[in-house]
């Protein structure tokens, strides 16, 4: 059996805390996406084309159901999607007419409506300058940070 | 707001927020079609017109062409007079004759329905059936009772010498027959979707006023309550478009007695107005007014505002609801060493549902058998191993 490298890091990262999800938005390839994660850092990377770092433009955190109810909302087919590099990366077809302004103020005021205990954790989140998932984990930030 | 006027019970830790409609019609009620008739007819023209232009379509044709094949009239199938004394069933390639199958067909009799039979005409055995011996064994049943009689109203003397159609064509090789009752059996055929089935389920009754479909007039009640609700299934080319209130998950729709319709639509449309109707929605109503109603306990508008409560607080949508449950069960499973494949089980989420309402201090009463499935006690480690302790979201709400 091979040792699972990316198992063993998300491990030492957050333990057996699997509760904590965090939902992005990013933009990149011309496009506006979104997506969710228990790990940033590997998520990020992800993204990396050709060694240049497309980063998380907001990053929030949450509960994994209040993350993925979060998501879903974007995922139900309201809004037409594009999936390009990899499946399961998802991005807002042309068609979707959306911004990020537009998405973000979206994507706040469900949270709003729900009020729900998500939170902005991040800005311009890069996996390379990783600010560090311990405080990713405690990080709030204020829409004037 | 009718939920916001109940009596709030303090020991209840959730309070269901409103929240403003995303749109005030839905938007999907102007491509709904199922209370309307589409008087639009599409020409042969118009079908050869666009498999013509379809890509694949001209790529399977060419590569039929080069292979050279060619069909002589002869060869085609056709229908044929058979007379039904003749018909012979192989017993290698058919089924046993299914009388329960039969008798299903009595009780929905419908002449229009009867289909033709299939077959070949064998030069020993004669016509040999591929497919429709229920049906063969119908006709020979209605012409001997004289259901079937003659242009003057006459019972036919027997059954045997009655004619009927065959579709086939004369061959002594069986294995055409296999390839035919294998065609005739969905081999090869586009299945029909669940939207499909219940589209013309509906439009039988609603449009063309035919009511002696029983099956067909029950599905008309059940969509008329959901329709009521503003509860609506979505077509075939909305299915992955999740208009709010609309649900794709048509066989759960389907399989609900009308009362649990009821209760889905209802706790849907008041609390969850926003969302689409998500599958689980379908499933947990229908365990529990099944379970509800063989304890004769009534299910409250309180109830149902105090799981909507728990539901919107907790987990936000139906949708992530559904998600924890699926991942608790794995967790249950793998804590009391269960090994196996299943990812989820329709039959948790309403027992979660109600164990959690439960748990969080909800006081209406529910049946005892929802509070005992997906509990499972080690008696020599004196271990209780219980699904909803593995829900991370809400465990922190536990007082019970």
């Not at chain 1, 057996?16 to 990020?44: A, V, W």
């Not at chain 1, 998405?103 to 954790?121: A, G, H, N, R, T």
């Not at chain 2, 199922?34 to 050869?48: C, G, V």
Request: net charge negative; charged share 25%.
């Amino acid at each position: 059996m091979s040792f699972d490298y990316k198992k063993a890091i998300e491990l030492s990262l957050f333990g057996k805390d699997t509760s904590i999800h965090y939902f992005y938005i990013i933009e990149g390839y011309d496009y506006l996406g979104f997506g969710i994660t228990k790990n940033p850092h590997s998520r990020n990377s992800d993204y990396t084309l050709f060694g240049k770092v497309i980063p998380f433009v907001y990053l929030y955190r949450g509960t994994k159901s209040d993350i993925n109810s979060l998501e879903h909302q974007y995922k139900r087919g309201l809004y037409p999607l594009v999936q390009i590099k990899e499946k399961n990366r998802e991005w807002f077809a042309d068609e979707a007419n959306l911004d990020l302004n537009t998405f973000k103020k979206m994507v706040d005021k469900q949270i709003s409506d729900w009020d729900s205990e998500i939170v902005l954790c991040a800005k311009d989140y890069r996996y390379t300058e990783c600010p560090g998932l311990e405080y990713l984990k405690e990080a709030v930030l204020n829409e004037e940070d | 707001m009718e939920a916001l006027q109940l009596k709030i019970d303090t020991t209840f830790p959730f309070k269901w927020k409103e929240i403003p409609a995303a749109f005030a019609t839905n938007p999907y009620i102007q491509y709904y079609e199922l209370d309307k008739y589409i008087a639009t007819f599409r020409s042969m023209e118009d079908n050869f017109k666009t498999a013509c232009q379809d890509s694949e379509v001209k790529t399977a044709l060419k590569k039929l062409v080069d292979s050279g094949i060619k069909v002589y009239p002869h060869e085609m199938n056709r229908a044929i007079t058979i007379r039904l004394g003749d018909y012979v069933i192989p017993d290698d390639l058919q089924r046993i004759l299914d009388c329960p199958h039969l008798a299903g067909i009595l009780n929905n009799f419908n002449s229009s329905c009867l289909d033709i039979l299939r077959g070949i005409v064998h030069s020993k055995m004669g016509p040999s059936s591929s497919d429709a011996q229920h049906t063969a064994t119908l006709i020979a049943l209605l012409v001997h009772v004289g259901i079937f009689v003659d242009e003057n109203g006459n019972k036919y003397d027997n059954w045997q010498d009655y004619e009927y159609q065959m579709w086939g064509r004369k061959s002594d090789s069986f294995a055409e027959c296999r390839i035919q009752f294998q065609t005739s059996n969905g081999d090869g055929k586009k299945p029909q979707t669940a939207y499909m089935k219940i589209k013309n389920q509906v439009k039988t009754v609603r449009i063309d006023g035919d009511t002696s479909n029983k099956k067909y007039v029950e599905i008309e009640k059940k969509l008329s309550m959901a329709e009521s609700y503003g509860c609506y299934p979505l077509s075939d080319k909305f299915a992955k478009t999740d208009f709010s209130n609309c649900f794709s998950h048509i066989n759960g729709f389907a399989k609900s007695p009308i009362e649990a319709i009821e209760l889905a639509c209802k706790y849907q449309s008041t609390y969850f107005y926003n969302d689409e109707l998500n599958s689980v929605v379908w499933s947990f109503w229908r365990q529990i007014q099944s379970q509800f109603s063989l304890y004769d306990i009534q299910i409250t508008d309180k109830l149902m505002y105090e799981l909507a409560s728990l539901v919107q607080r907790v987990f936000k949508t139906n949708f992530a609801f559904k998600e924890a449950v699926d991942a608790a069960f794995k967790e249950w499973n793998a804590a009391r060493g269960v090994v196996t494949d299943k990812k989820r089980e329709e039959a948790a989420y309403g027992p979660a549902l109600i164990q959690m309402y439960k748990a969080c201090g909800g006081t209406e009463q529910v049946p005892r058998s929802m509070m005992q499935e997906y509990v499972s006690t080690d008696v020599i480690n004196g271990i209780t191993y219980s699904l909803i302790k593995e829900i991370d979201e809400a465990k922190k709400y536990y007082v019970v």
